[in-house]
Nanobody, 124 residues
Framework: QLQAYGGGLVQAGGSLRLSCAAS????????VGWFRQAPGKEREFVAA????????AYAESVKGRFTISRDNARNTVDLQMNSLKPEDTAVYYC???????????????????WGQGTQVTVSS
């Protein structure tokens, strides 16, 4: 089971740190991705990290502002979001897939475990 938390309301230019925690199983063999969905829009890829943290991927819209990291000892994957913009407002979801390769991690259909989502709202 995955749980995403850390969302909230922040002003434009501010920062938030989201966390994705796994329970009931070891996280270390799973690639993890973050996705987001704004009202009326399709779910889109944000960032992903390979099972050992050896590779990461980012959507162009968040490169240089967001950083994904993981701590397998704590069974968590974090998404540090800086310089937030109103267009970053969305529900953010984390997802995992055992052994997924980095080139596949931007596709939401490639994951089989999803967290419940956490709301991020950026005010202008």
């Amino acid at each position: 089971q995955l749980q995403a938390y850390g969302g909230g309301l922040v002003q434009a230019g501010g920062s938030l740190r989201l966390s994705c925690a796994a329970s009931g199983r070891t996280f270390s063999n799973y690639g993890v991705g973050w996705f987001r969905q704004a009202p009326g829009k399709e779910r889109e890829f944000v960032a992903a990290i390979r099972w050992n943290g050896g590779a990461t991927a980012y959507a162009e819209s968040v490169k240089g502002r967001f950083t994904i990291s993981r701590d397998n000892a704590r069974n968590t994957v974090d998404l540090q979001m800086n310089s937030l913009k109103p267009e970053d407002t969305a529900v953010y979801y984390c997802a995992s897939k055992r052994g997924i390769i980095i080139s596949s991690m931007s596709g939401s259909t490639n994951y089989d475990h999803w967290g419940q989502g956490t709301q991020v709202t950026v005010s202008s």
